[in-house]
């Protein structure tokens, strides 16, 4: 399985910016699909996650400026990201989770937001 990012950019604190990750397989079959970031220096963090059964989690810093969506028919997730702040700069990656422990993650794409 594929995941492949795109959307990323550059973008002025306070701006919005919308990230999609597009799946190579139908994603019906994956339990959950999500978006991390990684920002320099720092470990990887959950952002946001929505389960098969649309159970959706966020990252308390991002709660009320981010919106994730996910799209059946495009084997699509996407990432909406409003009042963005510099603290959001990272990459951000896309993943998807699968039966029997299978993990597939994108490559990722940059988001930076400037002050």
């Known amino acids: 399985v594929q995941l492949v990012e795109s959307g990323g950019g550059l973008v002025q604190a306070g701006g919005s910016l919308s990230l999609s990750c597009t799946a190579s397989?139908?994603?019906?079959?994956?339990?959950?699909m999500g978006w991390y970031r990684q920002a320099p220096g720092k470990q990887r963090e959950l952002v946001a996650s929505?389960?098969?059964?649309?159970?959706?989690n966020y990252a308390v810093s991002v709660k009320g400026r981010f919106t994730i969506s996910r799209d059946y028919a495009r084997n699509t997730v996407s990432l909406q990201m409003n009042s963005l702040k510099p603290e959001d700069t990272a990459v951000y990656y896309c993943?998807?989770?699968?039966?029997?422990?299978?993990?597939?993650w994108g490559k990722g794409t940059l988001v930076t937001v400037s002050s």
């Open positions: 993943n998807a989770q699968g039966g029997l422990g299978s993990d597939f």
């Open positions: 397989a139908n994603i019906y079959g994956f339990n959950a």
């Open positions: 929505i389960s098969s059964g649309d159970i959706i």
